[in-house]
C-alpha cells in the first residue's frame, strides 16, 4: 500500500491567501487498480483497459486471398467505482472511448457512457440499483469483455442478447444449509438500450436466477470465462433469464437498427458454466420471439426484430499456470418468419490464450471458420475463415 498525504488549500480571514498544510490524510492504494480513500468518507478506485488487436476474414472458404483486415483499438475503458459518505451508497461509472465502444460504427452520435449507475445495499445479501447498467441477461454478456477466452463474443450472444439498459435493479443471494447458493436479480428498464434520450409507453421486465449448487467460485469465476483459479473442488453454476420487451424500437430490443414501428419482444437465455482443475465447460442457449416481427415503411423497406434460436458453446483447458487451449462453437437459427431474410449462421473457433497477470494482460489468438445455411462445405458461397490476435493491457 502506497500512502500519501493530501495537501489542501484554506483560505479564512486570518490566513486568507496563505498556504496551509491540513493534517487531513487520504490513502492511494495499488492492487486490482488505483483506489483512494478517506476514512469512511468515500472509496474511489480507478482503472483501465485497453484491447488492441489485429485480424483478417477470407474471401471464401476455399480461397484464402484476404477479403478485409480488422486492425485498430476494439476496447478503451475507463471504470471508477466506489462509495460515498457511507459503503452502503456506492456507485459504478464505466465509459469508452474507441469507436465501437461510442457506437459510431452503427450510427452517427457518440455514446461514451457504458455504465452509470449507483447502488443501495441494504445488507450483504440484498441490493438495489438504479441508473445504466448491463441486464442480468446470459452469463457471456455478463462477464466483462475484459475477461474472456477469445477476443469476441460468440455470435449467439450478438443475436439474442438482452445488453445494457437504463431503470431499476435487484439482486439477492440466498445461502442454503448445505453451502449450495441461490441468486435472484431482477430490473424493469426502459427496453431501449443505453443512452436513449426518449422513450415510450412500454417497459422491459427481466428477471434472471442462478443456482450454485457446490458453493461460490473462487474469485467471482462463474463470471470470468477459463479456470484461471484450478477449482480444487468441482464447481456448477445454472442460470435462467427471461425478459419481456414492450414496444421495443430496435431490432434487437436493447440493440441494433431502428424498427418502422414498435415490436414486443421475449427471451429466453438458459446457461451453466462448469469449471474443475484447470478445465472449464460453458453452454448458452437462447430463444427469442415476436408475435409480428417484420416491419416495413412506405417506400417498402424491410426492417425485423431478431427473433430465432442460438447456441454457443466454449470448453477450455489450462495447459500450465499461464497458457489455455479454447474450443468454441456457436450457432444462429433465425425463426421461420425471418428466414427469407437471414441464413442460418455457425461458427467454430480455436483459440489459445497466454496469461501475463491473469485477465488483465494477456497475449489472445484464435482461428475459426464460420459457414451460411448450415452447409460447412469450402466451396458454399459465402463460408469463410477469420483469424484475430489481441493484447489485452489493463489495471
Known amino acids: 500500500m502506497i500512502s500519501l498525504v493530501f495537501l489542501s488549500i484554506i483560505p479564512s480571514p486570518d490566513t486568507f491567501g496563505q498556504t496551509v498544510e491540513s493534517d487531513e490524510r487520504a490513502l ?12 469512511s468518507l468515500f472509496l474511489m478506485n480507478l482503472r483501465f483497459r485497453m484491447q488492441n488487436r489485429a485480424g483478417f476474414n477470407t474471401l471464401d472458404g476455399d480461397d484464402f486471398r484476404i477479403n478485409e483486415f480488422e486492425m485498430r483499438v476494439r476496447r ?21 472511448f474507441s469507436k465501437a465502444d461510442l457506437d459510431l460504427e452503427s450510427q452517427n452520435i457518440a455514446q461514451p457512457v457504458r455504465d452509470a449507475i449507483v447502488y443501495y445495499f441494504a445488507t450483504n445479501n440484498l441490493y438495489f440499483g438504479f441508473g445504466q447498467s448491463k441486464l442480468p441477461g446470459n452469463r457471456q454478456r455478463v462477464t466483462s469483455s475484459g475477461n474472456l477466452q477469445f477476443a469476441d463474443r460468440s455470435i449467439a450472444n450478438a443475436a439474442f442478447t438482452v445488453d445494457r439498459d437504463f431503470g431499476f435493479f435487484g439482486y439477492y443471494t440466498k445461502k442454503m444449509g448445505d453451502n449450495s447458493f441461490f441468486q435472484l436479480k431482477g430490473a424493469i428498464t426502459t427496453g431501449e438500450g443505453r443512452n436513449a434520450s426518449k422513450t415510450n409507453n412500454g417497459l422491459a421486465y427481466t428477471g434472471r436466477v442462478e443456482y450454485l449448487p457446490f458453493g461460490l467460485f473462487a474469485n467471482n ?12 473442488r468441482p464447481k456448477l453454476a445454472m ?14 430490443g436493447q440493440l441494433g437498427l431502428p424498427l418502422f414501428e414498435v415490436r414486443d419482444l421475449n427471451t429466453l437465455i438458459i446457461d451453466g458454466v462448469f469449471k474443475y482443475r484447470g478445465n472449464s465447460i460453458m453452454t448458452e442457449y437462447f430463444q427469442r420471439n415476436s408475435p409480428d416481427p417484420v416491419t416495413s415503411n412506405q417506400e417498402g423497406d424491410i426492417r425485423f426484430a431478431q427473433v430465432g434460436q442460438g447456441l454457443n458453446i466454449q470448453v477450455s483447458k489450462m495447459v500450465s499456470q499461464k497458457s489455455e487451449f479454447a474450443v468454441r462453437y456457436s450457432y444462429v437459427l433465425p425463426d421461420q418468419s425471418i428466414s427469407g431474410f437471414q441464413d442460418r449462421v455457425d461458427e467454430a473457433l480455436l483459440g489459445y490464450t497466454y496469461y501475463i497477470n491473469g485477465h488483465r494482460i494477456k497475449l489472445q489468438g484464435n482461428i475459426g471458420y464460420k459457414w ?24
Do not use: H
Open 28 to 39: 492511494l492504494n495499488v492492487d486490482e487498480g488505483i483506489s483512494f480513500a478517506k476514512d
Open 76 to 96: 478503451l475503458r475507463l471504470r471508477f467505482d466506489g462509495y460515498i459518505l457511507n459503503p452502503k451508497f456506492q456507485y459504478y461509472i464505466q465509459l469508452g
Open 221 to 232: 469465476g462463474n463470471y470470468s470465462e477459463g479456470d484461471l483459479e484450478f477449482e480444487e
Open 239 to 252: 442460470g435462467l433469464t427471461f425478459s419481456r420487451n414492450l414496444k421495443t424500437s430496435r431490432t434487437g
Open 372 to 395: 451460411l445455411e448450415g452447409l460447412s462445405s469450402f466451396e458454399n458461397a459465402g463460408n469463410s475463415w477469420t483469424g484475430m490476435f489481441q493484447v489485452e493491457f489493463g489495471i
